[in-house]
């Protein structure tokens, strides 16, 4: 990722921060809610993709959905990151490096299995 990447990242959480204390939201969006939200959120992705055969093509209207409830998620995950402090796009950089030492090449290429089964 890119520095644009990350300055994108701070402009759409100043966006939505801005958005959120001109509604006077800031006293619903607890972590808790945030996280209930984020959950809620993503039960409304499952949707789209429930009953759908393994390989089915998305219609472009699905995915148009499919696209709104992705930006609900991540537009909660972003403010409550911000909310606790994390930096979203440092502890993704750093995951994506401990799933790495996880899951090596190696052993997990192919395969579906957990690391520790591997």
Do not use: C
């Amino acid at each position: 990722m890119t520095a644009e990447n990350d300055n994108i990242i701070k402009e759409i959480t100043a966006r939505l921060l801005e958005f959120r204390k001109e509604r006077d939201w800031d006293q619903f969006h607890s972590p808790k809610n945030l996280a209930i939200s984020i959950s809620i959120e993503a039960a409304e992705l499952l949707e789209h993709f429930q009953w759908a055969a393994e390989n089915e093509a998305l219609t472009i209207e699905k995915k148009q959905e499919v696209a709104k409830e992705l930006a609900d998620i991540f537009n909660y995950v972003v403010m409550l990151a911000e909310d606790l402090g994390i930096d979203v796009v440092k502890s993704s950089r750093e995951k994506i490096e401990e799933n790495r030492k996880k899951y090596p090449v190696e052993k997990a290429k192919g395969s579906a299995k957990k690391y520790r089964d591997l």
